[in-house]
């Protein structure tokens, strides 16, 4: 690919995600194999992940309210950077024990209750935590992926 790399989550709109410890997930589109991707806080030694595919899951990392530089970069030494701002709260996630059977159930609605707050700030944080059941609810993995490339749900 003759392109940079690029993180379409949020179609532009900053992004906010919550403090903790955490594990971050995130998909790109474009550049070349292999790529390196990189997050890290000010003053902090911050985490690293590579690999050959368009997403990742960085190890997991203790985040503190503030800015949060999330890099990657391909193997042509294309980067891009995406800054994201860690919050210490947001509104919590409605009671969707009776909606939702299951707990993988409940989960996916929480996330996607999570992707409709502050107008499209908080899709990061949904996506991170449909990656707690993408590998085991189909349609978690499918709305992460949504979320990644950019689309933004509707209530």
Same mark, same amino acid.
Do not use: C
């Given at each position: /690919?003759?392109s940079v790399p690029?993180?379409?989550?949020?179609?532009?709109?900053?992004?906010?995600?919550?403090? +903790?410890?955490?594990?971050?997930? %995130?998909?790109?589109?474009?550049?070349?194999?292999? @790529?390196e991707?990189?997050?890290?806080?000010? +003053?902090?030694?911050?985490?690293?992940? $590579?690999?050959?595919? /368009?997403?990742?899951?960085?190890?997991?990392? $203790?985040?503190?309210?503030?800015?949060?530089?999330? /890099?990657?970069?391909?193997?042509?030494?294309?980067?891009?950077?995406?800054?994201?701002?860690?919050?210490?709260t947001?509104? $919590?996630?409605?009671? @969707? /024990?009776q909606?939702?059977?299951?707990? %993988?159930a409940? $989960?996916?609605?929480?996330?996607?209750?999570?992707?409709?707050?502050?107008?499209?700030a @908080?899709?990061?944080?949904?996506?991170?935590?449909?990656?707690a059941?993408?590998?085991?609810?189909?349609?978690?993995?499918?709305?992460?992926? +949504?979320?990644? @490339?950019?689309?933004?749900?509707r209530?």
């Amino acid at each position: /690919s003759a392109s940079v790399p690029r993180l379409r989550i949020g179609a532009g709109r900053p992004q906010k995600i919550l403090v +903790g410890e955490r594990r971050i997930w %995130l998909a790109w589109h474009g550049g070349d194999e292999p @790529f390196e991707v990189w997050a890290r806080q000010p +003053g902090e030694a911050g985490v690293r992940a $590579t690999g050959d595919g /368009s997403t990742v899951m960085l190890p997991a990392m $203790t985040l503190r309210p503030g800015p949060l530089t999330i /890099s990657v970069r391909d193997g042509a030494s294309r980067a891009v950077d995406m800054v994201v701002e860690v919050v210490a709260t947001m509104s $919590t996630p409605p009671d @969707f /024990s009776q909606a939702a059977p299951t707990e %993988l159930a409940r $989960t996916y609605l929480q996330a996607g209750w999570v992707a409709l707050q502050g107008d499209g700030a @908080f899709l990061l944080e949904a996506a991170i935590r449909l990656s707690a059941i993408a590998d085991r609810y189909p349609a978690a993995e499918a709305l992460r992926l +949504g979320l990644a @490339f950019g689309e933004r749900p509707r209530p």
